[in-house]
C-alpha cells in the first residue's frame, strides 16, 4: 500500500512557490544558470490516479501521452478505464494524433521571455505570478484566485469519484468577484499591481491610444502585443486569455462580430450571454478590451453561473454587485474616440444559478451569440439545456475547451443529448421547425485558439495539448454557417441513459482533461 502523503495547504503551496520564483530570479543574474531548476510537477498514474514519487514514471511508448505508475496499471488500463469509460487502447491512437499539436503549444509558450517549459513540458504558471509577485487570493487585484487543484466550482449535482492524487483545498473564504462586494472598481494600477510598461492600459494619455482596429490584422499573441504596444515581458497573456477568447469565438469561430464590420454611421449592438463565469469575475474591467478591438461597436454582456449567483445574493448596499439586483450595469467602459467609441456594458444574472431563456428577465430577449470558456459541456450537466435551447431556436453558441480529446468528446455526446432529450420534448408539443432545428445534422467544429493562456497544464497522469481555453468549438452557428441539409426522416438513436454518458466523461472532467 502507498505510503499516505501528507496534504499541503494552499498557503504551503504559495510559499513554496514565492521561494521558487526567488531562486529563479537569483539564478537569472551573471553567473546563475536557470537551466538548472525545474518546476514540474509530480506525475501520478492515469490508471489509479497515485502519486509517483521515488521512481521514473512509465509513458506509454504508442501515444507519448499516458503516464503510469507500472506495468501492471497500464495493461489494467488497456481495456477498460476509471469510471467505466473507454479503456487505453481506445484513446491510444487518438492521443497519437493529439500530440502532434504540442509543438504548436509550446511555440506559443516560447515566445515570451518568460515561457519556461519544464522538463514534464508543463508551464509552472505560478511561478510567473510569484516572479511578478502575484500569486495569492484576496488583495491581488485581477490575479486573484482561490489556489487550490480544482480548476472549477464543483456543482452539486457533479459528484467526483474518490481519486488518490495529491488535492490541495480552495483558500478559505475565497470567493470568486469578492471585490464586487466593496463599492470601488479596480484601475488599471491596483487591478494588474505591475510595472507600467508592463500594463495594458484602459485609460490613455492623449496620443497612446492603439491603433483602430479595423486598421489592423490582430490575428494572435504576436499582433495583439504589438497592437497595444507592450513588451512580451509583460505576464498579460496570463489573463487577457478570457476577453480575447471570447473575441475569437464571436468573431472567428461564430462570426456575428468584426472589427471591420460597423463604422461610425453604421453602429452594431451586440448582445452576448456569457454562462460559467468564474475567475472571471475577479477581472470585469479586462472586458473592456472587446471594446478596443471591435470598434462602432455597443457591446451588452451578461455574465451567469454558480459564482454569479452566490456573489449577487451577498451584495450589500452600495456594494457594486447590488446594481445586478438593479438590473444595472456592474461595469461600463467607452473606448476612445479614435479607437471608434464603442461601449461596454457588463451585467450580472444572480436570480438564478443557470441559464434559461424562460426566466421572465431574458424574456424578449435572445442574445446575439452564446459563450462559455473552459466549458466542460458533458462535465456539467446543466450545459444539456443550454445546448438543446441553442439548436432549437439557432442560437449562435460557441465554447472553448482546455483539450482537444475532451472537445471530440463533447461532440460526439451532442447528437445523444439530443436523441435522448427528443421523446419528451416532442410528447410536450414541440414540432416543425423547432424539430428540424434541433435534429438537422450539424458541424462542431473543432480549432485551435491562438489567443489560448500560454503553458501546458500542469497535470500529471497526461501529456497531451491540455491549456485555458486551448482549443474552440462552435456548438451552432448561422445559417450561412451550417451545411444546409434535407430534412432527415429520422433522428440519432438515443442512448439508454444520459447518466452512462456523464459517467463515462467524468474521467475528463476537472482533474484531468476537462
Known amino acids: 500500500m502507498p505510503n499516505k502523503i501528507p496534504m499541503p495547504t ?22 546563475g544558470d536557470p ?25 506509454c511508448s504508442g501515444c507519448r501521452s499516458a503516464v503510469f505508475c507500472s506495468k501492471n496499471c497500464h495493461t489494467a488500463n488497456w481495456k477498460a478505464g476509471r469510471f467505466g469509460a473507454q479503456g487505453h487502447k481506445f484513446f491510444c491512437a487518438k492521443n497519437k494524433v493529439h500530440m502532434e499539436k504540442v509543438p504548436q503549444v509550446q511555440a506559443l509558450l516560447k515566445q515570451f521571455p518568460w515561457g519556461r517549459i519544464e522538463t514534464d513540458g508543463t508551464f509552472a504558471e505560478p511561478i510567473v505570478r510569484a516572479y511578478h509577485k502575484v500569486l495569492g487570493a484576496e488583495g491581488f487585484g485581477y490575479w486573484s484566485i482561490p489556489g487550490g487543484s480544482n480548476p472549477h466550482l464543483q456543482q452539486p449535482s457533479n459528484t467526483s469519484g474518490q481519486s488518490g492524487a495529491l488535492r ?18 479596480l484601475t488599471d494600477e491596483t487591478g494588474w499591481k505591475l510595472e507600467k510598461r508592463l500594463i495594458p492600459r484602459l485609460v490613455f494619455e492623449l496620443g497612446t491610444e492603439p491603433e483602430l482596429a479595423s486598421n489592423v490584422d490582430i ?24 476577453p480575447l477568447t471570447v473575441y475569437q469565438l ?55 453561473g454558480i459564482a454569479v449567483h452566490s456573489i449577487v445574493s451577498k451584495a450589500k448596499k452600495n456594494s457594486i454587485a447590488v446594481r445586478a439586483k438593479q438590473n444595472e450595469p456592474v461595469y461600463t467602459y467607452t473606448s476612445p474616440a ?11 444574472h444572480g436570480d438564478h444559478e443557470n441559464w434559461d431563456p424562460r426566466l ?36 449562435p ?68 495539448p491540455n491549456v485555458p481555453n486551448g482549443f474552440t468549438m462552435r456548438v451552432v452557428g448561422g445559417d450561412e454557417q451550417e451545411m444546409i441539409h434535407p430534412v432527415s426522416a429520422g433522428v440519432p438513436v438515443p442512448v439508454p441513459d444520459m447518466s452512462e454518458l456523464l459517467q463515462k466523461t467524468e474521467q475528463f472532467s476537472l482533474n484531468r482533461l476537462d
Open 35 to 59: 537551466s538548472k531548476l525545474d518546476f514540474g510537477i509530480v506525475p501520478t498514474c492515469y490508471n489509479c490516479d497515485i502519486p509517483i514519487m521515488g521512481r521514473k514514471p512509465l509513458i
Open 338 to 348: 479614435s479607437c471608434g467609441a464603442s461601449t461596454l456594458s457588463l451585467f450580472l
Open 10 to 31: 494552499t498557503a504551503d503551496i504559495t510559499r513554496m512557490t514565492y521561494k521558487g520564483a526567488e531562486q529563479l530570479r537569483s539564478e537569472q543574474r551573471p553567473g
Open 360 to 395: 421572465p428577465l431574458l424574456l424578449g430577449s435572445k442574445p446575439d451569440a452564446i459563450v462559455g470558456l473552459n466549458a466542460g459541456l458533458t462535465s456539467y450537466p446543466a450545459w444539456q439545456f443550454v445546448i438543446l435551447c441553442c439548436h432549437t431556436d439557432n442560437t
Open 168 to 185: 490541495v483545498d480552495d483558500t478559505k473564504g475565497f470567493e470568486h468577484g469578492y471585490m464586487l462586494l466593496s463599492n470601488k472598481l
Open 397 to 464: 453558441f460557441a465554447v472553448s475547451e482546455y483539450a482537444e480529446q475532451s472537445a471530440e468528446l463533447q461532440r460526439d455526446a451532442i447528437p445523444q443529448i439530443i436523441a435522448h432529450a427528443l421523446p419528451r420534448l416532442q410528447s410536450a408539443g414541440m414540432h416543425g421547425s423547432e424539430i428540424y432545428n434541433l435534429t438537422r445534422p450539424r458541424e462542431y467544429p473543432i480549432e485551435f485558439n491562438p489567443f489560448q493562456r500560454p503553458g501546458q497544464r500542469n497535470l500529471g497522469s497526461v501529456r497531451l
Open 250 to 304: 464571436l468573431v472567428n469561430v461564430l462570426q456575428v462580430a468584426g472589427p471591420k464590420r460597423s463604422s461610425p454611421e453604421s453602429r452594431q449592438a451586440l448582445n452576448v450571454h456569457y454562462i460559467g463565469a468564474e475567475v472571471e469575475l475577479n477581472m470585469l474591467p479586462l472586458f473592456s478590451e472587446l471594446a478596443l478591438l471591435l470598434p462602432h461597436t455597443d457591446i451588452k454582456m451578461t455574465f451567469f
Open 219 to 242: 490575428v494572435d499573441w504576436d499582433s495583439w502585443y504589438k497592437w497595444r504596444n507592450i513588451p512580451k515581458e509583460s505576464p498579460a497573456a496570463l489573463l487577457l486569455h478570457y
